[in-house]
T-cell receptor, first 113, second 113 residues
C-alpha cells in the first residue's frame, strides 16, 4: 500500500474552509484515497473516498490531483465539532480476506472560534 | 440502518486478570469484523480481523485472542492482562466487496492497573 504524508496539525477559524492536504506520491493506479476522522475519545468516522475524480458528499469534498500524487480534503464551513484527527489512507480495493485499513498519524485539526 | 455496539464503555482491570470485550453489529449480514487498539496519543493498530464465523486472523502477536461465535458478534479476550494492554479498543465492520468504508463502534477504554 502507498504511504501517505500529512502535516501533524493545522488550525482553522470557525466558519472558514479547512483544507487538509495529503501526499501519496507512490500511489498506484488501482489504489483509492480514503479519509477518516477521529473525534477525541470516539471511534473513527468514514468521511469520503475517491479514485481519480473529485468527490463531494454532505460532509466534505475530496480533490485529487491529476497525477494522483496528492489530495486535499475540504471541509467547506468548519465548525468547532470538526475538531478531530483526520486520517488519509491509500488502499487497494480487493475482495481478499481482511481488507484492513492502516491508520498513520493523521492531521490534528483544531477549529478555533 | 446498520449499528455497531461495544461494551463495556470503560473498564479498569488489575494486571493478571482476564478480559472479555464484546462487539455486535446490527443491520447487516456476513460482515468483515475488525479489532483495533489505540494507545494514548498513538495511531490505530489492527489486532484481529475476521471474514466469517470462526475465522480469525491475527495481525500482532500478543496475549490477546479473538473469537467470532456468531456472524455479527466479535469478542476480544485475554487470560491475563498486562499493563501494556491499556488502551482504547475499537471494533469495526465493513461489507464484503465494494470499497473500503469501515464503520467503527464507540470503543472501550481499558485501563490495566
Amino acid at each position: 500500500d502507498a504511504k501517505t504524508t500529512q502535516p501533524p496539525s493545522m488550525d482553522c477559524a470557525e466558519g472558514r474552509a479547512a483544507n487538509l492536504p495529503c501526499n501519496h506520491s507512490t500511489i498506484s493506479g488501482n489504489e483509492y484515497v480514503y479519509w477518516y476522522r477521529q473525534i477525541h475519545s470516539q471511534g473513527p468516522q468514514y468521511i469520503i473516498h475517491g479514485l481519480k475524480n473529485n468527490e463531494t458528499n454532505e460532509m466534505a469534498s475530496l480533490i485529487i490531483t491529476e497525477d494522483r500524487k496528492s489530495s486535499t480534503l475540504i471541509l467547506p464551513h468548519a465548525t468547532l465539532r470538526d475538531t478531530a484527527v483526520y486520517y488519509c489512507i491509500v488502499r487497494v480495493v480487493n475482495n481478499n480476506a481482511g481488507n484492513m485499513l492502516t491508520f498513520g498519524g493523521g492531521t490534528r485539526l483544531m477549529v478555533k472560534p | 440502518s446498520q449499528t455497531i455496539h461495544q461494551w463495556p464503555a470503560t473498564l479498569v482491570q488489575p494486571v493478571g486478570s482476564p478480559l472479555s470485550l464484546e462487539c455486535t453489529v446490527e443491520g447487516t449480514s456476513n460482515p468483515n469484523l475488525y479489532w483495533y487498539r489505540q494507545a494514548a496519543g498513538r495511531g490505530l493498530q489492527l489486532l484481529f480481523y475476521s471474514v466469517g464465523i470462526g475465522q480469525i486472523s491475527s495481525e500482532v502477536p500478543q496475549n490477546l485472542s479473538a473469537s467470532r461465535p456468531q456472524d455479527r458478534q466479535f469478542i476480544l479476550s485475554s487470560k491475563k492482562l498486562l499493563l501494556s494492554d491499556s488502551g482504547f479498543y475499537l471494533c469495526a465492520w465493513r461489507t464484503k466487496g465494494g470499497t473500503y468504508e469501515q464503520y467503527f463502534g464507540p470503543g472501550t477504554r481499558l485501563t490495566v492497573t
